[in-house]
């Protein structure tokens, strides 16, 4: 699905720039590591400490090097497995470490003043089974709502696959298609459901 965004989206004209925390080793571990330098090295105050690093720079070459990425992008594609009704540790210790405070809230700047407002996002997932429209909707609300609209992306209309394993070969071109007109849909302004743009939305 990863390598089907990129092909469309690159086939419309843009740019793709993709993250494979795995590929990468990414460490989803928050704690000291992630700040060259501490205001108060006996105890770590986590979000103090990325605030400062942020307005001195001073965060970890890997974390820089997201939020830079983030900084350019208009639209963010978050590809992953449902695990437990939830994201993979390794996403969720992205989001602790990569969304920090002064970069992407803090100080009131929050849903429609977060740090990344005027960006969208977009939850690309599988299930482990079918999965029903409601089902699918209050498993990624926390995520879309207490996450990404919380730091200020608009949050779009998430792409759901429920048990890619069982599907034959077939049914999973047939999803890999519907993927690709879901994502040059995206073009249609303003991105909300309507006949003229193939999008699927949970109620």
């Known amino acids: 699905m990863t390598r089907r965004a990129v092909e469309t989206l690159e086939a419309m004209g843009h740019t793709a ?3 494979d925390l795995y590929a990468m080793q990414f460490n989803p571990v928050a704690g000291w590591h992630d700040f060259p330098a501490v205001t108060q090295p006996r105890f770590l105050q986590y979000q103090r400490e990325q605030k400062e690093a942020f307005e001195h720079r001073s965060h970890t070459p890997e974390i820089i090097l997201e939020q830079e990425k983030l900084a350019r992008a208009d639209l963010v594609i978050f590809q992953f497995p449902i695990w437990w009704r939830s994201s993979p540790a390794m996403l969720k210790g ?3 470490r ?10 009131g700047r929050v849903y ?3 740090g990344l407002q005027g960006k969208r996002a ?3 997932v599988t299930f482990g089974g079918p999965t029903s429209a409601p089902e699918a909707s209050e498993v990624l609300h926390q995520l879309q709502d207490g996450v990404l609209a919380f730091v200020g992306f608009e949050v779009l209309p998430p792409f759901v696959v429920g048990g890619p394993r069982q599907l034959t070969e077939n049914a999973r ?3 890999l298609q519907r993927y690709g007109q879901f994502l040059a849909g995206l073009t249609c302004e303003p991105m909300r459901m309507q006949t003229s743009c193939d999008v699927w939305r949970p109620s």
Do not use: P
């Open 112 to 114: 429609g003043t977060g």
């Open 122 to 124: 977009l939850l690309s």
């Open 173 to 175: 071109r047939a999803e």
């Open 17 to 19: 720039e993709v993250s």
């Open 94 to 96: 992205w989001f602790d």
């Open 98 to 107: 990569v969304l920090s405070v002064g970069f992407a809230y803090g100080s």
